[in-house]
């Protein structure tokens, strides 16, 4: 499968963004996806994942209640929606594709290109 991530850009905090994975070349309901993040200087980290049908999410401790995870299978896409942006939050933001459950970055299998975050103080 290929990804295909987009919707980054530059917000002020308090603010909301949504970021959406495209997927194509593959049957994108049988992957967990997930979403990560890299900063300047730091390792990738997990943010959230999904499950094949959508009814399972998992995120990390620093987003969860202002992030949600969601995905389309009919469309093929995966979104994240991030409200009440922190600066903290800028990074680059990758989507994966994985045959398991999405637990690390040693999970996915199939990365996007990531796509920039950057929130403002």
């Known amino acids: 499968v290929q990804l295909q991530a987009s919707g980054g850009g530059l917000v002020q905090a308090g603010e909301s963004l949504r970021i959406s994975c495209a997927a194509s070349r593959g049957t994108f309901s049988s992957y967990f996806m997930g979403w990560f993040r890299q900063a300047p200087g730091k390792e990738r980290e997990f943010v959230a994942a999904?499950?094949?049908?959508?009814?399972?999410?998992d995120y990390a401790d620093s987003v969860k209640g202002r992030f949600t995870i969601s995905r389309d299978n009919a469309a093929k896409l995966v979104y994240l929606q991030m409200n009440d942006l922190k600066p903290e939050d800028t990074a680059v933001y990758y989507c994966?594709?994985?045959?398991?459950?999405?637990?690390?970055?040693?999970?996915?299998?199939?990365w996007g290109q990531g796509t920039q975050v950057t929130v403002s103080s």
């Open positions: 994966g594709a994985a045959g398991l459950r999405v637990e690390s970055s040693k999970s996915v299998r199939f």
């Open positions: 999904i499950s094949r049908n959508g009814g399972t999410t």
